[in-house]
């Protein structure tokens, strides 16, 4: 009875909002409509209307799958700080770094869905009605420590939210436990992902042991770059409590991130370049260009100059503790490691490719299309996830029987 | 929500292609080495009758196993051979391969300038010289080298690729997802993928074929060498081998001791290719002069 109701009010909740939200919705929905219709054209011809080809088999979808594996990753991991330096609403941040976690995921996994040749054959992947090669291939690793993080990430949140609705306290014996497991977990997932990459002799851009640690240094900058944006819109729509103190207390943890990020950059850029092997090919294509080749340097030099240029305002107390500069940090935080991260580590384990040849790919239209697409879904059930979230945190949407009137909720302050 | 997400995707792709009793036996179909003979038997003659139906040929699909005591190897002497490339069309021609969109070829031959062989980093992919022979350069062929330690099986996720039992790496083209792993994890870009549904004029099609060889492919799935299974378990040589006008291609057993690759291997000077990444290649590269 409860759920029905519950759930008749989660309807018209949704449904209902702001001019703002529904302009915000829409815009979404426009661009998910867009990235399907490219995605029909390519489960018809296939991924031939991509511009991989033989010699760089993934590109922009990987790209953006390795990037919001980190996303996910570092989400959770905001909780750590958030308990450490004793943040006042901590339970609103494990809901809605734990949301943020579920909704990258589930975006990390469309993009391997899109990237996939024969999604028809789903059923292959599955354990006991396929044929998983646990424990010999790391995508089998992948595919479990995904979905596992992705329950993991559904449930505690859930849980939280459904406790909160009938005005109780989470039982902290259930809850905590699995909060603490979401960490490891957390980084469990970006370490296998690494590995994906890094156990690949054939590659030897990826195969140096330093990717898994530079992996986890850059998701500990982009994830909270954007759990800071977020912050501050949900404070300014919804009245989340969260003070400015927080906010520059994550920043600073996003510097220290990202001097090891750039360290560790630094080390394999002195041992590629001073020992100068065959091997340094990969590194001086994405960096350099060769043979004329050089499609990624301005991308790279880019991310490198946004990387840099954040890392600073982040270091200097002064810009980071001003709200405007520390905005401008995040968005070149959530940039650039978007690019490094993304084809600035995908397309150079490609050239030169194992018999020295050299394609350079970008992505098409096509793969932009449905790769916006699949960010814009995300948002989109982010938003989904805050619109009925928020107002239970907030003590708006609560049982029937707490509630006299429960027929009219307040949803003039809640936006994305 | 993958799940969810994966499901209704399969259920538009089968509704949208006349969802044929054929089509939910292909979507049901098992792996390859998990068929039972009967089932193999099944697989088989409705794979044909979808030929029948597709290009009007009647097929012969060929699912002999290995043979014990037979490890394939293969032999080629970089002294000989002259970068002609017949190898490569007579490769083309006999494994059914995709002929533009995407142009697929599972041999790629390589000109090296004299002096340097084991940098690929300065091999030249797409020469085109009035005539080969050319004076000042090399040429060597690589394709699938039938690794006994192979990366790309050990990758792939669902073990849709394996190594049979005479060495011969083959893949199940009806159970491959499509993830382009293997081709992350070759380093001898032994593996190709059907970027769309392979383009083969119909008369040009070889209809005597193997289920994990020549078999005509579909879109979206892999393929690679296998050192043309539906000849070498005839006891025929590889296409390759019999095209090669200056008899650089050798092919035989590596538990004989008195066949050629045996004889070869302890009398030339053999390398194989990238040892040193510990992948147990069979395939030689020698020198005879």
């Given amino acids: 009875m409860e759920a029905w109701i ?57 790209g953006n799958f390795t990037y919001l594996v980190g996303v996910a990753a570092a989400a959770v991991l905001l909780v750590i700080p958030a308990y450490i330096y004793h943040f006042d609403p ?37 354990p006991v009605i396929g044929i998983l090669s646990f424990p010999n291939s790391l995508l089998a690793w992948d595919v479990i420590v995904l979905n596992g993080y992705l329950v993991l990430n559904a449930i505690v949140p859930i849980y939280i939210l459904i406790k909160t609705y009938f005005r109780k306290e989470p039982v902290k014996k259930f809850v905590i436990p699995l909060v603490l497991l979401s960490i490891p977990w ?49 404070r300014k729509t919804t009245g989340l409590k969260i003070k400015n103190e927080a906010l520059f207390k994550i920043a600073e943890l996003m510097a220290y991130a990202m001097f090891i990020n750039l360290f560790l950059l630094g080390a394999e850029i002195f041992k590629e370049y001073y020992t100068g092997t065959i091997h340094l090919e990969p590194m001086k294509y994405l960096f350099q260009g060769v043979h004329g080749h050089h499609a990624l340097v301005p991308w790279i030099w880019s991310a490198m100059a946004m990387n840099i240029a954040a890392f600073l ?14 905005n401008i940090g995040s968005l070149l935080i959530i940039l650039g490691v978007w690019i490094e991260k993304g084809l600035g580590l995908i397309v150079p384990g490609f050239v030169p490719d194992p018999l020295g040849e ?38 708006d949407f609560v049982h029937s029987k707490y509630d006299k009137a429960a027929i009219k909720p307040q949803y003039e302050r809640i936006k994305p | 929500m993958k799940m969810m997400s994966m499901g209704t995707v399969a259920a538009l792709y089968l509704g949208s292609s006349a969802c044929t009793k054929d089509k939910v036996e292909e979507f049901l179909q098992k792996n390859f080495r998990e068929m039972s003979e009967t089932e193999k038997k099944q697989v088989i003659r409705r794979l044909e009758e979808t030929y029948l139906r597709k290009y009007g040929k009647k097929f012969q699909i060929s699912t002999k196993r290995a043979e014990a005591g037979i490890l394939w190897g293969y032999g080629l002497d970089l002294s000989r051979c002259i970068g002609c490339r017949r190898c490569v069309y007579a490769c083309v021609k006999e494994n059914n391969q995709s002929r533009v969109n995407p142009q697929l070829q599972w041999i790629r031959v390589v000109r090296l300038k004299k002096g340097s062989l084991i940098n690929l980093e300065n ?22 080298q039938h690794c006994e330690n192979p990366p790309c099986v050990r990758v792939c996720p669902i073990k849709a690729t394996w190594k049979e039992p005479d060495g011969i790496v083959v893949v199940d083209y009806n159970w491959c997802i499509g993830c382009r792993y293997c081709i992350a994890a070759c380093p001898y870009k032994g593996r190709v993928f059907n970027w769309s549904e392979p383009n083969i004029p119909v008369e040009e099609l070889n209809t005597d074929v193997h289920y994990l ?57 053999v390398f194989r290719l990238k040892e040193d990444l510990n992948t147990e290649p069979k395939f030689y590269y020698f020198f005879s002069a």
């Fill in chain 1, 313 to 326: 305002i982040f270091l200097i107390p002064g810009t980071r503790k001003n709200l405007v500069t520390l």
């Fill in chain 1, 358 to 395: 050299i394609y350079e790919y970008l992505p098409n239209i096509n793969e932009i299309a449905v790769s916006l697409g699949i960010w814009a879904f995300g948002l989109f059930i982010f938003t989904m996830f805050m619109k009925v979230a928020v107002p239970i945190q907030r003590g």
């Fill in chain 1, 186 to 234: 957390a980084v469990g997932i970006h370490t296998v992902t690494a590995f994906l990459y890094n156990g690949l002799a054939a590659r030897p851009f990826w195969n140096a042991s330093i990717l898994a640690p530079r992996f986890l240094a850059s998701a500990f900058c982009s994830g909270p770059a954007i759990a800071l944006i977020i912050f501050q819109i949900l």
């Fill in chain 1, 90 to 126: 901590i339970k609103e941040i494990v809901v809605l770094g734990e949301l943020l976690a579920a909704s990258a995921i589930i975006m990390a996994l469309m993009f391997v869905l899109a990237d996939l040749g024969r999604p028809d054959r789903f059923l292959h992947i599955i």
């Fill in chain 2, 123 to 144: 091999a030249e992919h797409y020469y085109n010289p009035e005539t080969v022979p050319e004076p000042g350069f090399m040429y060597m062929p690589v394709q699938c």
């Fill in chain 1, 6 to 62: 519950f759930f008749k009010r989660t309807v018209r909740m949704v449904f209902v909002g702001t001019k703002v939200y529904y302009l915000w919705c829409a815009f979404l929905l426009a661009i998910i409509g867009v990235g399907i219709s490219f995605y029909a054209k390519q489960l018809e011809a296939g991924l031939i209307v991509t511009n991989m080809t033989d010699q760089v088999s993934w590109g922009l979808y990987i």
């Fill in chain 2, 213 to 269: 060889g020549n078999r005509p492919r579909m879109k979206n799935v892999v393929e690679k060498c296998t050192f043309c299974v539906q000849r070498v378990r005839n006891g025929r040589y590889p296409a390759c081998v019999e095209a090669c006008p200056t008899g650089t291609r050798k092919f035989g057993n590596l538990l004989d001791p008195n066949s050629e690759i045996r004889y070869l291997i302890e009398n030339k000077r």
